[in-house]
């Protein structure tokens, strides 16, 4: 079924009140787009893959602290949220660098034995860099003008100083 069939059996007759019309139609709209549609999830690979109750709350501080220093822009209120701010990044990055080592070390086991994951990453990679990376081979024709050249030129040195 079409997605205008579909709203057109969603749309209700209207009532003259545009509150409740409003709803109505958006409502329609949503789910028939819902239905013939779907969602899509997006993931977001650069957050923290490992979020904790630490750094959930100096999260919370720091925005606590933008939030009075927006309030009241007073230099105290805003050293203090560059403060917390400082805080976040580190305590961020301190993780990040752990998940990576316990990343690295589970590769490192995994090298030894079946390799799976290795293949599934290597895999993982060719696809990203499929479009990004291109490679332009050199032909055998250009290999053999360039060492031409450089036989040509260090033969024609090695025969000046014979003749010094």
Known sequence: MSYRNR????????????????????????KTAE????YKTW?????????NEEIQRAVEEKKAGYRKYLQNKIVNYYIDYKRHRAIVRKMTRRQRRDDWDKFVKTLERDITGTQRRGFKIFKQLQLQ????????PITKTEWKEHYGKLWNEQGSKGEEGIEE
């Open 7 to 30: 709203l057109k059996g969603k749309l209700t007759p209207l009532t003259g009140e545009i509150d409740t019309d409003w709803l109505k139609i958006k409502e329609a709209i949503t």
């Open 35 to 38: 239905e013939t549609i779907g």
């Open 129 to 136: 860099e499929r479009d990004k990376l291109k490679i332009n």
């Open 43 to 51: 993931k977001n690979w650069k957050w923290l893959r490992t979020w």
